[in-house]
């Protein structure tokens, strides 16, 4: 009796947030669903238009190009800052903590955080200060070290546009894997390192053969973490280049934006915004078993 009441009590401070996820995502996406089934212009009564929207989504080109560069998102916001914040942590975690103190460590953790707590719209203006093709910082520093000839439109080019968007959000992504990966290396047991180097292991042969695999939770988490925000992303694209040019920069979510708001075909819009979030629903049930599985096994073999 005393374990069901507990069970009872336990759920009662469950209840404020099953409620405020019931009303703030699960319903609003039900309402999105029933609209992405009707024609509608956002005024006046919804037609009924059955499965339409979604038979013009899967033939829709623009729609598969913006998924397309959703992939090059990916690589951008969760591939290659996980990379890099990896062998960041471990050398700010195994030299410069071990060489230099704390103090330190904490200083530059803080810097490479930075971009994740500024707001992505004073950010994405900055950039473009500094990607601008007349007086931006990036061109004025090839022309004061004598690579004028570099010089670019690097928001404008449909060539360049895509990459240079890539690069801005490397630099903000970089510090949420890098603090998690810092966070897991507090519980390396570092007598494992230790005997390593007593060994005679180098810094690459410890990093791979201790680090890597005692930060796997870490990775999965990171890399699923990372992988829904670079899906999703909205505000870089929508400040730095709208899309454009022509399209070059185009993401499903922004896709969604233009045309629910711009082109008023509010229909099709929660027709691509439910495919985007069922995508992304999938990939984070992939994910949390794909974890899963992976602790399961460590645990077995630890037994």
């Known amino acids: 009796m005393r374990g069901r009441g507990a069970r009872g009590s336990y759920a009662l401070f469950l209840l404020p947030g099953v409620l405020a996820f019931l009303a703030v995502i699960v319903v609003p996406f039900l309402m999105n669903t029933g609209v992405s089934f009707t024609d509608w212009q956002g005024v006046g009564s919804p ?9 013009e989504l899967f033939d829709d080109a623009d729609f598969w190009e913006s998924f397309r560069h959703s992939l090059f998102m990916v690589v951008a916001m969760a591939a290659v800052p996980t990379a890099i914040g990896l062998v960041l942590a471990a050398a700010l975690f195994d030299h410069v903590g071990r060489h230099f103190g704390s103090r330190i460590t904490a200083v530059l953790r803080a810097c490479f955080y930075l971009p994740q707590v500024l707001p992505i719209a004073v950010a994405g203006i900055v950039w473009s200060w500094i990607l601008a093709p007349d007086g931006g910082a990036l061109n004025e520093f090839l022309e004061a070290i004598g690579l004028g000839g570099r010089q670019r439109d690097w928001l404008g080019d449909p060539d360049l546009a895509l990459y240079s ?14 603090v998690v990966f810092l966070a897991g290396l507090q519980r390396v ?12 292991a180098g810094w690459w042969r410890r990093f791979r053969h201790i680090t890597l695999p005692q930060l796997r939770p870490e990775i999965h988490v990171v890399l699923t973490w990372c992988t829904i925000a670079a899906l999703k992303v909205f505000g870089a694209v929508y400040v730095l280049t709208k899309g454009g040019p022509g399209g070059a920069t185009n993401v499903p979510s922004y896709f969604s934006f233009t045309t629910f708001f711009e082109k008023t075909q509010v229909g099709y819009g929660a027709a691509i915004s439910t495919v985007l979030t069922l995508i992304i629903l999938a990939l984070s049930l992939l994910g949390l078993t794909l974890q899963t599985r992976a602790e399961d096994a460590e645990e077995g073999a630890r037994a």
């Open 189 to 200: 047991d570092p007598q494992l390192h230790e005997a390593a180097e007593l060994d005679g």
């Open 165 to 178: 968007v890539m690069g801005v959000m490397v630099w903000v992504q970089l510090g949420f894997p890098l």
């Open 47 to 55: 037609s009924w238009s059955g499965l339409d929207n979604y038979r």
